[in-house]
């Protein structure tokens, strides 16, 4: 099983450019989660999809889109990039659907993402 | 909402010497406590976790104590090796809002 899997690893961006960060897990699981990662900042919260077909907002979702594309597929887009949006970027899933379950969450590797 | 504080935000340590992090969390409703550690270049990993209803949990080198009165949670790791090295964080939840992350501590172990 590869988990979580995250393409792209790393992306340059020039200011308004659109771009689709694909995040896909093959454990089954039903919930699964956009966060960013800001030097300082920890871990926030973008998006998240409680289960297939449902998805609702964070603690920052402003300038992000998201498509739950299926079971496995959880997508995020950037509309028109700004520099602000410059970060690492996680995707995670977990095994049960609804609200927020307290269990493990599994990590993708990350997307580097820099926008000039 | 939530707010979870961490400290240190750096730890130096030597080989052998054991490791502590604290962390304090704002909402009472929090019963859920997990540990991430993230390795150089990786996604966080869930180390360890703890709910409400237990003071104290064990995993071999690794403990995390809770005292809900004081709203603080720590992690312990004892025997500190190079492969400790890593940046931890602490999460809290209550179940009814999503995960809230410290800001992280960055654990360096010299041999």
């Known amino acids: 099983n590869a988990g979580v899997t995250q393409t792209p690893k790393f992306q340059v961006l020039k200011t308004g450019q659109s771009m689709t960060l694909q995040c896909a897990q093959d454990m089954n699981h039903n919930s699964m989660y956009w966060y960013r990662q800001d030097p300082g900042m920890g871990l926030r919260l973008i998006y998240y999809s409680a289960s297939e077909g449902t998805t609702d907002k964070g603690e920052v979702p402003n300038g992000y889109n998201v498509s739950r594309l299926n079971k496995r597929e959880f997508s995020l887009r950037l509309e028109s990039a700004a520099p602000s949006q410059t970060s690492v970027y996680f995707c995670a899933s977990s095994e049960l659907a609804g609200g927020f379950p307290q269990e493990t969450q599994y990590f993708g590797p990350g997307t580097r993402l820099l926008v000039l | ?111």
Not at chain 2, 32 to 43: A, D
Not at chain 2, 71 to 93: G, N, R, W
């Open chain 2, 1 to 111: 909402g939530e707010n979870v504080e961490q400290h240190p935000s750096t730890l130096s340590v030597q080989e052998g010497d054991s490791a502590v992090i604290k962390c304090t969390y704002s909402d009472s409703a929090s019963n859920y406590f997990p540990w991430y550690k993230q390795e150089l270049g990786k996604g966080p990993q869930l180390i360890i976790d703890i709910r409400s209803n237990v003071g104290e949990k064990k995993d071999q080198r690794i403990a995390v104590t809770l005292n809900k009165t004081a709203k603080h949670f720590s992690l312990h790791i004892t025997e500190t090796q190079p492969e400790d090295s890593a940046v931890y964080f602490c999460a809290a939840s209550s179940g009814n809002t999503p995960l809230v992350f410290g800001k992280g501590t960055r654990l360096s172990v010299i041999a």
